[in-house]
C-alpha cells in the first residue's frame, strides 16, 4: 500500500493575492508553507525554481528530508527572518524565511528564493509589509479553522466519556449533524509524545498534520481531538480493520511526526480493540490508551501498540502504575534468574512456553537437540521447584516472564 504524505489545505484567494503581489515586485518566486512546512499558496517562477520548489508544486509538499532540514534550522522558534541554506543533496536553493505570527501564533512561513542569499533593503522592507498582511490575513482564517477543530474535539472527547449520558447525547449530536456517516465499526487510535523541546502549539499542529489524512478516507469517517501531547483519532469504517492496515496507517502516522517533531517527542500510537457500535467508543479509547503504554514499554512494538495483539500483556498493564514493579516477579522465576546458568536457562524456559510446551518446535528453535533440552528442562524444574506439566505453573512461569519484559525500560506512557 502506497502512502502519500498529506498536503496542506490551499490558502485563500486573499492569501494568493498577496503572495502574487509580492512575487511581482521582487521579481523573486515566493511561497507560503504553514508551520509544517507543507506549501499553502505559492507564486509563479522567475526563473530561480530549484528541484526542491518544482517538486513541491507536484506533490503539495516537500519530501520529508527537505521538511526535517527546514525545521531542523530552528525557523519555528524564529523570532525574525533570516536565510536558511541551500542543500545541493536536496535540491535547495537558499531562502529567506519569514515567520509569519499573529497575537502569539506562528500561522506560516514565508519562504523567498534567495540564491545568493542577499537581498536589497528594499526587498527586505517589502517582504516585511507583505508579511504583516499575510499574518493578519491568516489569523482570520485561523480563528474559523481553530472553532471547528474545538467543536470536534468536544465532540470526540464527549463519545469516550466516562458518563453515559454524556456519551449518549453526543452520539445523537454526531449521527444528526452527518460528521461520521452511516458506517457501524468503531475503533479508536491514541497517539502519545513526551514533552519535547518544541513549543506545544508546534505538536499541536505536528498532531494534526499527521492525523488530518484519516479524517475523511473511501472506508473510514473520522474524528480528531488533539491537546499538546496527545491526539485521539475516532473513526468509524464499513469494516473491521485488520492488523495489516492498522499497522499501515500506524506507520504512516509516525513517519509523518518524526519528520514534523524533535526525536525528544519520541510519539508512540496505541490502538484499540475494533468494536460494532459507536456506543463502544469509550471501550476503545481505554484499550488504545492499554496499547500506547505497551508501545512506551516495549521497544519490540517499534512504537505501535495494537490492542488485539497484545494478548496476556493488555491484562498486565491495566494494573496501576505504582503496582507493576519487581514484587510481581514470581519467586521461583527469581531464583532461577540467580542461579548459575540462568540466563540460558531462562531462555530455554521462555522458547519452551512460547511455543506451547512443544519440545520438537522449541528444540528447532533453539537448535538443540532434544536430549540436551529436556536436560535444560529437568534443570529448571530442580531450581524452580514448580512442575512444567502442570499448566499453573507454566501460567506462574509465563507472567513472570513477560511482567519482566514490561519492566525493562520502566517508562510509562502517561495514560
Avoid at 475516532?234 to 473491521?240: H, I, T, V, Y
Amino acid at each position: 500500500m502506497t502512502v502519500r504524505p498529506q498536503r496542506a489545505r490551499p490558502g485563500s484567494p486573499g492569501l494568493q493575492a498577496l503572495v502574487d503581489e509580492l512575487a511581482e515586485q521582487l521579481g523573486r518566486s515566493v511561497a507560503v508553507d504553514d508551520p509544517l512546512v507543507r506549501m499553502i499558496c505559492t507564486s509563479r517562477h522567475f526563473g530561480d525554481e530549484d528541484p526542491v520548489r518544482i517538486g513541491t508544486l507536484l506533490q503539495g509538499r516537500a519530501d520529508n528530508a527537505t521538511v526535517r532540514y527546514v525545521l531542523a534550522q530552528g525557523v519555528a522558534q524564529w523570532p525574525k527572518p533570516g536565510f536558511i541554506e541551500g542543500r545541493d543533496d536536496l535540491g535547495l536553493l537558499p531562502r529567506y524565511v519569514v515567520p509569519l505570527r499573529e497575537r502569539g501564533y506562528l500561522l506560516g512561513l514565508l519562504m523567498v528564493v534567495a540564491p545568493d542569499k542577499t537581498l536589497q533593503e528594499q526587498e527586505t522592507e517589502a517582504i516585511g509589509r507583505a508579511a504583516e498582511a499575510m499574518a493578519a490575513q491568516m489569523y482570520t482564517e485561523h480563528l474559523a479553522a481553530d472553532t471547528r477543530k474545538s467543536d470536534e474535539r468536544s465532540l470526540v472527547l464527549e463519545l469516550i466519556d466516562a458518563n453515559v449520558a454524556t456519551r449518549t447525547a453526543a452520539r445523537r449530536r454526531a449521527m444528526e449533524s452527518g460528521l461520521l456517516g452511516n458506517a457501524e465499526h468503531v475503533l479508536v487510535t491514541v497517539v502519545q509524545l513526551c514533552r519535547g523541546t518544541e513549543p506545544g502549539r508546534q505538536a499541536e499542529a505536528a498532531l494534526w498534520g499527521a492525523l488530518e489524512g484519516f479524517r475523511q478516507t473511501r472506508t473510514a469517517h473520522g474524528l480528531v481531538a488533539i491537546d499538546q501531547e496527545r491526539a485521539i483519532l475516532l473513526q468509524l469504517r464499513e469494516r473491521a480493520p485488520g492488523p495489516a492496515e492498522i499497522a499501515v496507517q500506524s506507520a504512516r502516522v509516525l513517519d509523518e511526526l518524526t519528520t514534523f517533531l524533535d526525536p525528544s517527542a519520541r510519539p508512540v500510537i496505541g490502538v484499540g480493540g475494533r468494536h460494532l457500535d459507536l456506543r463502544d467508543a469509550w471501550r476503545s479509547y481505554e484499550q488504545a490508551l492499554v496499547a500506547a503504554r505497551a508501545a512506551r514499554r516495549l521497544p519490540s512494538l517499534k512504537g505501535m501498540g495494537d490492542w488485539d495483539l497484545l494478548g496476556e500483556l493488555a491484562v498486565l498493564l491495566q494494573l496501576p502504575e505504582h503496582a507493576l514493579d519487581e514484587s510481581l516477579i514470581p519467586k521461583p522465576l527469581r531464583t532461577l534468574s540467580e542461579a548459575n546458568g540462568g540466563d540460558r536457562l531462562r531462555a530455554t524456559l521462555r522458547s519452551y512456553l512460547e511455543h506451547a510446551g512443544s519440545i520438537p518446535r522449541t528444540a528447532d528453535a533453539l537448535k538443540l537437540h532434544r536430549t540436551s533440552l529436556y536436560y535444560r528442562l529437568r534443570q529448571i524444574q530442580e531450581i524452580t521447584g514448580l512442575d512444567l506439566d502442570d499448566g499453573a505453573h507454566r501460567l506462574t512461569l509465563h507472567l513472570g516472564l513477560r511482567i519482566e519484559e514490561l519492566l525493562t525500560t520502566g517508562e510509562d506512557a502517561g495514560a
